[in-house]
């Protein structure tokens, strides 16, 4: 049993890997394109990888490239990630939780140290049960909507419901529509279905698991789902009035619509940028000062073992609390009524400044690779590919080979890196038997 | 006593104001401009603020637009703002180190907790002393070189190394040639001396003082003076071979240079960055790479209670020391033999945050309130002014009124903050007589 629960943590990898893997083939055969050629390897490689990761980026145009076997090839990839997200990340959370000897509130049997074969099997089932349902309702209400008020053939309409109804849940970022959701940002009965999938699927099963079950008692809720959910409502909501003051008059994404409109739009296009990454507003013509806000909101991302990438609402707002606490002069860092561990605020601090590193590495390597591209869509690229938000300004097509092969390599790390880089870390924790005397430097 | 030595952490923020106000109201008279006439409230202000903080940011034209009187204000307020920095801050660790019990290694009764006035005296008497003996000879080489080699009458030779001299080793930026030091970039008797100058006033005196005392014995040394002293020599062996590999080949800086005058020029540049504040080579020209080296060097900047800015030498490497710790899955981060208290980790993930925080928080301000101006150009002129290092990519004259307020306002926090922020937080810590459960999150 232990043997078993320890393989998820080296398996995600492996598997992502193999599913690229086999997805860059597929991707290159002459069937997936309309074209009838083979696409070359490292286009397919870069669609495979921004498939399983979830991401979404696209270096050829989505709805013309690939034919129907392509998309589903697509789908499937999709998925397939997002599935393998969800169930590994939390089947990883599991392990560590267990080998932290920590409560685990995942499965039944939460104060028991021990758990079975059964239990993680159900847990799985779970899971997959909710993508499941989720899907299949958003499909229903898509197609449902493109039928009957876009005249959309019956057959049609189902297809691009599931298509976008997989990729929303899964937080897949592709689109049929070459304008993403632009074209329907202000009607409700896409937007919304796409937008509550992105939350569901990025918010991370063990927070949905606890606000479910707890719902009543918030205040019992573990830390991490704390942070997480009431993280999240803030984004939404501090996202959304950001958004909504920086475009509000811009005639070329909002300022044209009527009121409705524009809080629509805004609330959809804030709510998939942590990091579902559909887009209801042009990225191309945004106000100056709306990049960077979409870029912060892109690094911070969503749940913790979920769909969605960043560094986590999580990470974000303990290091927001670990910040409060010293300008405080509070000794300990507290959340609710919950002391954070050291070993929780020196994760967090890991994850936030190797993704800052990573960030700007990654920028500095495709400004060198690429002639005359502007910062800020260097970096708004980088970011939305290690994050695995899938926005663009532009296209990755302008990057050249080395620059997508490096756009690939971020999106592979930023879905998997955060969950290997914590798990590997708790698990082999060293022991030390012995401890050198204590320093305190000042420093700043 | 005690009252007496509290006052410092109090002091030096309203000290700086007091000069500013002082040098804004002198700078505004007419005797101060070659026009004869009254320089306008906001740029009087960003002038003095810019002298006192030791930035070196100037929105008109150094050498023309002042008169002897007033480049002689922007001297002396540069030495005060430069002398106050290394005294305030170096009293400030004392009080902070003297409340929290820690060994005072700056004043000879280093094992006793208590010291009197007559230590502090000649403490500060020691640092004045370093200045001017340091000024002194930099003014001496700096002066003999201008005027045997560049054939400048003897009083503009002492004027122009005097006011070199000054601004080096304050790390104040300013200089009375229009492309600052790029027409001497390889001549070593005027480079070498500025660079000198810059790094010993830009390690500050805690660190300094330690080198001179123990300098046989570094492994003796304060983990904080290890973390600059080393970091400091890695940033300058690093920094000059990113810069050279960047510029190499750029024509439009050294490209045209013979391997000395590369060298030379290259390793002036780099030494001055981290935030001396002269350019050695064209700021306008660079490769498009070196820009965000230049923000992440400005951005580390140079040693803590020194005139560099920036998040400080060792608030860097301490975080690169945890994140190391973290991945290797020690429980301790431990330097050199010596275990880093959490406190001295959290102020100093405190500080680098919260400095990310403000850098973007000004870029946005800057490019809602400047039309047209590029990101990368915003971020560097902000990275610079909260740095306090001074140098421009195009001039801060682009950006107008509300744009100088900003990078007013970021000088003065720039050079304040860091040090207010922490010595308040050292000085207030609450006393807690509960502890609340502790809780480990798993975040990432
Ligand atoms: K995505
Ligand atoms: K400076």
Request: hydrophobic fraction near 50%.
């Amino acid at each position: 049993m232990r043997r078993f629960l320890r393989h998820p943590v080296r398996l995600v990898p492996l598997g992502f890997l193999a599913a690229i893997a086999l997805g860059t083939g597929l991707l290159m055969l002459p069937w997936a394109t309309s074209e009838s050629r083979y696409t070359p390897f490292t286009e397919a490689l870069f669609t495979a990888t921004s498939a399983v990761s979830v991401t979404g980026l696209s270096v050829v145009d989505t709805s013309t490239y690939w034919t129907t076997f392509g998309l589903i090839m697509i789908t499937v990839l999709t998925q397939v990630g997002g599935l393998g997200i969800l169930t590994g990340a939390t089947l990883v959370i599991l392990v560590v939780a267990r080998q932290l000897g920590l409560r685990n509130r995942l499965l039944v049997q939460a104060e028991t140290a021990e758990f079975g074969f059964g239990d993680v099997r159900r847990l799985l089932l779970r899971i997959a049960g909710l993508a499941l349902a989720s899907e299949v309702l958003m499909t229903a209400i898509l197609a449902g909507r493109l039928w009957w008020a876009y005249d959309y053939p019956f057959g049609r309409a189902l297809w691009y419901g599931l298509f976008h109804a997989v990729q929303g849940f899964n937080n897949g970022g592709f689109s049929l529509w070459p304008d993403s959701l632009v074209s329907f940002s202000r009607d409700p009965w896409i937007c919304l279905p796409l937008v509550i999938g992105t939350i569901l699927g990025g918010l991370g099963f063990p927070a949905l698991f606890e606000v479910v079950r707890a719902w009543r008692r918030p205040t019992t809720w573990a830390v991490a789902t704390k942070l997480t959910v009431w993280g999240s409502l803030t984004l939404l909501v501090a996202g959304f009035v950001g958004l909504l003051a920086a475009e509000w008059a811009n005639p070329n994404t909002i300022g044209g619509y009527d009121w409705q409109g524009k809080l629509l739009a805004t609330f959809t296009q804030n709510a998939v940028v942590r990091t579902g990454g559909f887009n209801a507003l042009d990225t191309n013509q945004l106000e100056e000062e709306t990049y960077p806000l979409l870029i912060a909101l892109m690094f911070i991302g969503g749940g913790s073992a979920s769909t969605a990438g960043g560094i986590k609402v999580s990470t974000f707002f303990l290091l927001a609390f670990v910040i409060w606490a010293e300008l405080r002069g509070e000794p300990d860092v507290t959340v609710g009524r919950s002391r954070i561990a050291t070993a929780s605020q020196r994760q967090a601090l890991t994850v936030a400044l190797l993704s800052v590193a990573l960030v700007v590495a990654g920028t500095v390597a495709l400004i060198v690779m690429t002639e005359g591209v502007r910062y800020y869509r260097a970096l708004f690229e980088v970011t939305s590919a290690f994050t695995t938000t899938g926005l663009s300004v532009g296209s990755p097509d302008d990057y050249g080979t080395p620059g997508h092969l490096t756009l690939t390599l971020l999106m592979y790390i930023g879905r998997i890196g955060p969950l290997t880089l914590g798990s590997a870390i708790a698990l082999n924790t060293r022991r030390r038997l012995y401890r050198y005397p204590e320093e305190q430097p000042i420093v700043g």
